[in-house]
């Protein structure tokens, strides 16, 4: 399949988006072909038409499927993976069912997403009393060694941190993690490693046995393409017998497949779009062709956007370089108060509504940052256009 | 559409309802039935949110989910502040016992009739401050009158006053009963313990007014006996205990208020939720509580009347203020002919998965007191030949060794 099918060809034809609206945003949300779809609705009508058949036999069938599916596709046991609805309560479920105790530390990073650090937030105040670190790691930065060092530092200062929580890509600032080097360091200093690889599957390669953490979680309705909410949660062997889901309901003390797989009476039909979306992700080139096309899409665009509105790119070796997601440097705007929450909100809201462009804002190091997606819909003039949105916003 | 005037039971299956072809379903209390306009309805809000996930996630869920807790809030009888809406009952029974501060030694005290996933649930939260152990208040058939229940609860909760938690059913799940909770509360009351209402089955079978009941805490489906999809519920809770009674999941909205906290638990689909208004507004198309109900009672009494008398066994002995118009259970026979349905667990589920599997029709069966029961429900699409269908099949199982 030629590069020339992604863009507009594809957006066309697999995609369907509310006209007259840019979406530079896959990462927050993801999208969903129509094809998948389509399927979803079918299978909504197959539960609706006998509801009973589908709760007492058939989910169970289609969830074994869709896991074994999710696992080949990351390198996983299937028997340690489940699935959850969003990385979010992924997190959430193993830091509400960890035995912590009195004093203990976590250790996260200024780039942790919000929701995640809100989590630990929770334990901390709930269950341990402890305090909660973060790592920081600024631009420019230089090397891995430089995020490793900041980890093992903080480790080695403060003794009392039982868990760290690293990200496989960070969200706010789309960097990936040199996740084997630092969960060996962990390792060694006898910590229980989380990783939140929310925006890992389909973005990169993820081999869970090999990589070993002690747990991982990761959407599939980002850039998977299945419906929302499908993510996994893949948890180490060792802590099968305390990691039970957020709902205890019949299957308690089945054992975590079980005990995962039922809820309550719930709508678990996005998990079941697993094998269905996976095929779509093959059958249009798989990571290695979509990484080509956004790669050299984003390294355009990024330059293009950054020389308009004179701004440096922020330094990052290329090994950190998320393929499907871009940072650019923000000038101080009238308006949206650079390094600020407010600041980084009220511009996605006002891009969002009077310009129609759907994209992300972070703030970082006191200023506000563009977070760029780029996937199989996207094209150079989509870029183009929010490049002029931008330039033409009064600056401070 | 159609308002009152339209004839419940076959017209009504055909006009507002989808099924599997030949199967016949006689347990909507499991799993409820969605009509076929609110299906839809569904699949365009899903469009909707597909064709721009940014301004649905970041604005628009807003307006929908407080429209959909305002609705929810006024059919129940509730002040909508004190209310937020969860995927299933059995999530919000979760939320409030993973929420409370267990000390050592703090018990729990629920009923034998208590749904098993929330006896489950009762045994995880108990975990910390007795290692899983939890009371069961005993309550046995032939049930004389409401009083002796409500006598046995206080003494139950006097005879361990390390109970910090009462778990009740607003209608049980295995048994279809109705129990009575205003005294019950009274007497929680006058002990200092906490009540927590399982109402899974009560909207839309019983009138609820919570904030005259005033318990605790109260959760209860819509997608059981008010036609939402899967999984809709919802979770009262007293303003009292809205500052540590907070989410599973905690997310973005993290300290930012009850509301808050509870709307948004990561990115997930919430459509169920979305649907409330539009499935009140066909229940009371229907012709509301009085109309289902009436409709509802009258043929689920013939019914079981009916099977029982083939099967020459009873209805449980219950007063009859504890009955309740959606759902009914009749004793079987001891099966002589089959050890696959004997008077066990292991019994009753195999029973229910044959009947499905083999026979098409869909019922719920519990061993009780060492006896199995079919609990039977009726929904507005249902009539007396369904079952009918399900007494000849049950009188060649029992009475004929088939």
């Known amino acids: 399949m030629a590069n020339a099918i992604f863009g507009a060809a594809m957006k066309k034809e697999c995609f369907h988006f509310e006209e007259g609206v840019t979406f530079l945003n896959h990462g927050s949300y993801g999208a969903i072909p129509i094809k998948i779809r389509d399927r979803q609705k079918q299978l909504h009508d197959e539960l609706n038409d006998n509801p009973d058949l589908f709760y007492r036999q058939t989910e169970y069938q289609l969830y074994t499927q869709a896991r ?79 995020v490793v060092e900041s980890m093992t530092s903080h480790l080695d200062k403060h003794p009392k941190i039982r868990l760290v929580v690293l990200d496989h890509i960070t969200s706010p600032t789309a960097l990936v993690f040199p996740l084997s ?79 995962y797989f039922m809820q309550g009476t719930r709508d678990n039909i996005p998990y079941f779009l697993v094998p269905e979306a996976l095929k779509f992700f093959s059958e249009i080139g798989g990571m290695e062709k979509i990484h080509q096309y956004t790669k050299a899409l984003l390294d355009n665009v990024t330059s293009m956007i950054s020389d308009k509105l004179g701004t440096p790119k922020p330094e990052i070796p290329k090994s950190m370089e998320a393929p499907y997601m871009r940072l650019v440097l923000l000038p101080e705007y009238e308006g949206y108060p650079a390094g600020t929450d407010e600041g980084a909100e009220r511009l996605i809201l006002d891009l969002m509504r009077k310009h129609r462009i759907n994209t992300a804002v972070c703030p970082a190091q006191g200023q506000l940052y563009l977070r760029l997606s780029a996937t199989v819909y996207n094209q150079l003039s989509d870029y183009e256009k929010i490049a002029e949105v931008l330039n033409a916003l009064p600056r401070k | 559409m159609a308002k009152a005037g339209v004839e419940f039971g076959a017209e009504v299956k055909k006009k507002y309802f989808h099924f599997k072809e030949a199967f016949t379903f006689l347990n909507h209390a499991s799993y409820g039935a969605v009509p076929t306009h609110i299906r839809e309805k569904q699949k365009q809000l899903l469009d909707v949110v597909n064709d721009n996930p940014d301004v649905f996630y970041r604005q628009a869920w807003k307006p929908f989910m407080s429209t959909a807790i305002q609705a929810a809030a006024e059919f129940l009888g509730a002040d909508p502040n004190n209310v937020v809406l969860v995927q299933n009952a059995t999530t919000g029974i979760n939320t409030v016992l993973k ?90 009351r006058k002990r200092g313990v906490l009540v927590l209402i399982d109402g899974a089955h009560a909207p839309g079978q019983i009138e609820i007014n919570l904030e005259e009941l005033c318990p605790d805490f109260y959760v209860g489906n819509f997608h059981k006996w008010v036609y939402t999809p899967r999984g809709c519920a919802f ?168």
């Open chain 1, 68 to 146: 074994d599916a999710a696992a080949r596709f990351v390198g996983a046991n299937p028997e340690n993976l489940v699935f959850v609805q969003n990385a979010t309560t992924g997190v959430n479920s193993v830091l509400k069912a960890l035995p912590w105790r009195d004093g203990d530390e976590i250790l996260t990073t200024v780039h942790t997403y919000r929701a995640v650090a809100n989590a630990c937030r929770k334990v901390a105040e709930f269950s341990t009393g402890g305090h909660i670190h973060q790592f920081d790691i600024r631009f420019p930065i230089k090397d891995e060694q430089q």
């Open chain 1, 181 to 259: 080097e630092m969960i060996e360091e962990c390792r060694k200093r006898g910590v229980l490693v989380f990783i939140d690889g929310a925006h890992a599957p389909g973005q990169v390669e993820i081999n869970l046995e090999e990589l070993q953490p002690d747990f991982y979680t990761g959407n599939f309705h980002k850039w998977v393409f299945t419906p929302r909410g499908c993510a996994i949660l893949w948890i180490a062997k060792q802590h099968h017998d305390w990691c039970t889901p957020l709902v205890t309901s019949h299957m308690y003390k089945k054992g975590v497949q079980l005990e």
């Open chain 2, 99 to 188: 929420a409370f501060p267990w000390k050592k030694g703090d018990e729990i005290l629920a009923t034998t009739h208590t749904y098993c996933s929330i006896q489950n649930t009762c045994r995880k939260a108990a975990q910390i401050s007795t290692g899983g152990h939890f009371h069961q208040l005993e309550i046995n058939f032939p049930i004389k009158d409401e009083e002796e229940i409500v006598r046995d609860m206080a003494s139950a909760i006097d005879e361990h006053p390390s109970v910090r938690i009462v778990l009740l059913d607003h209608i049980t799940s295995p048994t279809a009963l109705l129990m009575p909770l205003k005294r019950m509360i009274e007497e929680c």
């Open chain 2, 235 to 402: 979770l009262w809770v007293h303003k009292d205990h809205q500052n540590w009674c907070t989410p599973l999941v905690t997310s973005y909205m993290y300290d930012k208020g009850f509301q808050l906290e509870y709307g948004q638990q990561g990115t997930r689909d919430d459509t169920p939720y979305f649907l409330i208004p539009d499935a009140i507004q066909f229940y009371k198309d229907m012709g509301g509580r009085e109309r289902i109900t009436k409709y509802t009672k009258e043929l689920l009494d013939s019914a079981c009347k009916m099977i029982a008398e083939r099967l020459q066994t009873r209805l449980a002995e219950i007063p009859k203020s504890m009955e309740v118009p959606g759902m009914k259970i009749v004793l079987l026979p001891d099966c002589t002919y089959n050890e696959r349905y004997s008077n066990t667990w292991e019994g009753s589920q195999n029973l229910q998965f044959d009947i499905m599997n083999k026979h098409r029709i869909h019922v719920t069966v519990n061993s009780i007191q060492g006896r199995l029961y079919m609990r039977l429900a009726a929904n507005i699409y249902n009539e007396m030949a369904d079952y009918e269908k399900l007494a000849d099949l049950l009188v060649k199982l029992f009475k004929e060794g088939e």
